[in-house]
């Protein structure tokens, strides 16, 4: 079974500061996922990776396999970036394992 | 493109009723549909997995019985909580996996249910 651990579980920051979010896991795996939880309750998907790095506005996610890492980045964050952000893995119809989360709120 | 729609969004019911929450693929045909339950400032909880036209896969420790799940369509997958009571209070939420060309997933909104 796959251990999916995130740091750190909380992280307040001021508005405009650059932000990492850690991920690790402990067996191989085909993709790994972030995901943006807002205060609602609702999940929107942001990045699927399996190797190397993404870019999407603001946001950056690397992965290293080797290592067993991924990183979730935000540049120039902004109150609306709070939210939970939770790292999973898993592929097509696998069950997806998840992190315990990373609340981030960022002060204006 | 591939939504998931669920409903409703959130419900407040008696003790001892059932509520329906229903998650529809809007524009993508959803083989296989996810039903997490999610308790407050904790992760998302796998509780059964559904197959177009075959039995849903439950997860351990989560009752067959009480948690009925229907995925009759390659649209439409429901979860029923029957009898509920207030320790069924939670946040409900279903996921589909895309597709090709990205393999992702889709997540619905989600359901708060209450039940008083």
């Known amino acids: 079974k796959n251990e999916v651990e995130q740091s750190p579980q909380n992280l307040t920051a001021q508005e405009g500061e650059f932000i990492t979010i850690n991920c690790s896991y402990s067996?191989?795996?085909?993709?790994l996922h972030w995901l943006q939880q807002h205060p609602g309750g609702g999940i929107v998907s942001l990045f699927m990776?399996?190797?190397g790095k993404k870019k999407h506005g603001r946001l950056i996610a690397t992965i290293n396999i080797q290592e067993k890492h991924s990183s979730l980045h935000i540049t120039a964050s902004h109150p609306r970036d709070s939210a939970v952000y939770i790292c999973?893995?898993?592929?097509?119809?696998?069950?997806?394992?998840f992190g315990t989360g990373t609340r981030l709120t960022i002060i204006p | 493109g591939a939504v998931v729609s669920q409903h409703p969004s959130r419900v407040i019911c008696k003790s001892g009723t059932s509520v329906k929450i229903e998650c529809r693929s809007l524009?993508?045909?959803?083989?296989?549909m996810f039903w997490y339950r999610q308790f407050p400032k904790q992760s998302l909880m796998l509780m059964a997995t559904?197959?177009?036209?075959?039995?849903?896969?439950?997860e351990q420790g989560v009752e067959k019985d009480k948690f009925l799940i229907n995925h009759a369509s390659l649209t439409l997958s429901t979860l029923t909580v029957t009898s509920a009571h207030p320790e069924d209070s939670s946040f409900y939420i279903c996921?589909?996996?895309?597709?090709?060309?990205?393999?992702?997933?889709?997540f619905g909104s989600g359901t708060r249910l209450t039940v008083v």
């Open positions: 996921s589909a996996p895309r597709n090709s060309p990205n393999y992702g997933y889709t």
């Open positions: 524009d993508f045909q959803a083989t296989t």
């Open positions: 559904s197959n177009e036209g075959s039995k849903a896969t439950y």
């Open positions: 990776l399996s190797s």
């Open positions: 067996v191989g795996i085909s993709a």
């Open positions: 999973a893995v898993g592929f097509g119809n696998e069950k997806l394992t």
